[in-house]
């Protein structure tokens, strides 16, 4: 049984991997100030960022979701690991050896399934690279040199071959210390009559990389035509692998994409080879299925929901190419960005384009594109018989939701008498009522009202698009807060949340002050448990390197842990660089909010000592409230000098 990772090993791998560079590698990240970087929260669906991470803590935290924690946790939670999955990995990217106890190092067998299954990959993909020099890839490779790859564009993709014969990959993989187990697990081999297979012979191979750059499936091309099996047959879906969640090329294309804010989407792994070497460099492409909910995810956190972003999907003009452009069009509101779409002259795709009429006709075809509303309108309209009245009332019938879905109501307006036009409508009093039309079917659309599928072109007149997206929009709602509820609005909570931030994220600004602020002076019941976390830290003034993880760790339940984080990232309220003025006001209004509780329990008790005759007890508390009054006013006068 696999030996518990050492505590030094693990605080070194959370130092040496900076949050913000794992945290990149899956979404792009942008100034929120105070030293903060903010995204679109990978955790859950949002329109504007609200996800934020503090380099210097390292901890991230999402105000709409509430997902927090430190680098680690962000690995466990976006890649499915276990604790030490998520430490060898890191560990691995950062070139630290980890020493396990109980039992010694031992790393083919101690390290987690993940991890192994990975490396498997790697070593595979290395594997099929070297294959392709061989005497038996040649077809491999005129392959390639007939679509315009040399080797230099191989090499750049990872392009490889498999062998033909039945075990070569498993024997391999043997040989590395891999199990027939991991082999089958990862779907890199199969179950055959006498053991494992490979799965892959005889074929082209494209690694198929994650966004951070492992190794997570490949694409097999079929070469030979005694070869049954389809033309492109892909890695099955593993623990690694999910068809609708991965984009191939994404590795490559994720730095321009968040740069330039735009995404070319493309059909094949080819085209993803042409258009980059064509000088598109933000082509991607999808594995096996159509471009769905999972890949807008992962796009959108790199673009950011820029509105001035742009996502190109590029399309054979065949009819099969004008119904994946009509799919793509039903997600086009999940984006903030721009969408079109560029059709590839003559049925050509991007690669075979590349070939005829060389770099430059890429280029020009994605400067070419048209907007995606502009195209699926046309391709509805032209399905109705507009020669009759019936068919142009149908074609308005249909158009009408497709332009009401329009964000941008300027847009709006032009596309709404673009479709009178098309439809026959060109009087001024027609378009007039057209926009009529198309503004009270989007206003019931932003009071929640379902909007229509679209699944394609109608095929006879009175047919449009039906069905509706009531359901699929509850869906994607962002998850309910799991975090305790405050009143943010009372100010004494405002105030010990302001406070609280300051001994998580300036401990130096508030010690020894804070230190000696018991748990009761915090009115919220969270915050006096945050309050208790951080004593049984060491509290403020011993706050070093290791004080955030130490008060997460003390934290009695999930709740305070992510409350705790959430508190660590939160910006200050203050405009400026927070100092000890600032930090004094803060200690001196929770203390003075104190006193004045005090104050108030004392009153009622005196005047039931009054009541019930004890005066010996009440000339005690008029002591204590003389007491208390002018502390009060010495912290009204004074503030934190009082203190």
């Not at 309108?377 to 032209?382: F, P």
């Not at 009087?427 to 699944?455: D, N, W």
């Not at 006013?633 to 004074?638: A, V």
Request: hydrophobic share 40%; charged share 25%.
């Amino acid at each position: 049984m696999a030996g518990r990772i050492n505590d030094d090993d693990v605080k070194a791998v959370r130092d040496a991997v900076p949050i913000d560079a794992v945290v990149s590698e899956y979404l792009q990240l942008r100034s929120a100030g105070g030293g903060n970087l903010k995204g679109l929260c990978p955790f859950h669906d949002e329109k504007s960022p609200s996800f934020q991470v503090s380099p210097s803590k390292g901890l991230y935290y999402c105000f709409g979701c509430q997902e927090g924690g430190d680098t680690l946790d962000f690995v466990m939670k976006l890649d499915h690991l276990s604790f030490s999955e998520a430490v060898e990995r890191l560990a691995a990217q950062a070139g630290i050896t980890l020493r396990y106890e109980e039992g010694g190092y031992n790393p083919g067998r101690q390290q987690g399934e993940k991890i192994r299954l990975v490396e498997a990959h790697r070593a595979a993909a290395r594997y099929y690279t070297e294959q392709l020099d061989g005497p038996e890839a040649e077809i491999g490779r005129k392959f390639l040199a007939e679509r315009g790859f040399d080797q230099a564009a191989a090499e750049h993709f990872g392009v490889g071959y498999s062998p033909a014969g039945w075990d070569h990959l498993v024997r391999f993989l043997r040989g590395k210390g891999f199990t027939d187990k991991e082999l089958i697990l990862s779907g890199l081999a199969q179950d055959g009559r006498r053991g494992p297979i490979d799965r892959f012979r005889g074929r082209l191979m494209w690694p198929i990389r994650d966004i951070t750059g492992e190794v997570i499936g490949f694409g097999a091309r079929k070469l030979r035509e005694d070869d049954n099996g389809p033309k492109y047959l892909n890695t099955p879906e593993t623990p690694l692998y999910r068809k609708s969640q991965v984009l191939y090329g994404i590795d490559l294309a994720k730095k321009d994409i968040a740069k330039g804010s735009r995404a070319v989407v493309v059909e094949g792994y080819t085209d993803v080879m042409a258009c980059h070497l064509a000088g598109v460099t933000t082509a991607i492409a999808t594995c096996g299925t159509s471009f769905g909910g999972e890949h807008i995810k992962i796009l959108r956190r790199l673009l950011m929901d820029n509105s001035g972003a742009e996502v190109v999907f590029t399309f054979d003009g065949d009819a099969a190419g004008q119904k994946a452009a009509l799919r793509a069009f039903e997600d086009d509101q999940k984006f903030a960005a721009e969408t079109s779409i560029a059709i590839t002259p003559g049925g050509m795709d991007p690669c075979e384009l590349r070939l005829a009429e060389g770099d430059e006709a890429v280029r020009s075809l994605i400067d070419s594109r048209t907007p995606l509303f502009a195209f699926a309108l046309r391709s509805i309209v032209s399905g109705y018989h507009l020669a009759s009245e019936e068919g142009q009332v149908a074609a308005l019938n249909a158009g009408v939701p497709v332009v009401a879905r329009i964000k941008d109501r300027s847009l709006r307006d032009r596309y709404a008498t673009r479709l009178g036009g098309m439809v026959g409508l060109t009087s001024p009093a027609e378009e007039e009522a057209v926009r009529r039309r198309v503004h009270a079917l989007a206003r019931s659309y932003e009071r929640g009202a379902p909007e229509p599928a679209l699944s394609g072109a109608a095929s006879g007149p009175g047919r449009g698009p039906q069905g509706g997206r009531g359901r699929q929009a509850e869906a994607q709602r962002p998850a309910a807060p799991r975090g305790p509820r405050l009143d943010l609005r009372s100010p004494a909570h405002r105030v010990e949340r302001e406070l609280l931030k300051l001994a998580l994220q300036r401990p130096d600004l508030v010690a020894p002050v804070f230190d000696a602020y018991g748990a009761d002076e915090f009115t919220a019941a969270p915050y006096a448990t945050v309050r208790e976390a951080i004593a049984e830290a060491g509290g403020t003034t011993a706050a070093d390197a290791g004080f955030l993880t130490r008060a997460r760790e003390a934290a009695p339940d999930d709740t305070v842990r992510s409350l705790i984080t959430e508190l660590a990232v939160e910006p200050l309220l203050t405009r400026k660089e927070p100092d000890d003025f600032y930090a004094g006001t803060q200690l001196a209004a929770v203390r003075l909010a104190a006193v004045d509780r005090r104050i108030g329990q004392i009153q009622g008790s005196m005047r039931r000592c009054e009541a019930g005759g004890d005066m010996s007890a009440y000339a005690s508390l008029q002591e204590e409230l003389w007491v208390l009054e002018q502390y009060r006013q010495d912290l009204r006068n004074r503030g934190a000098a009082a203190l």
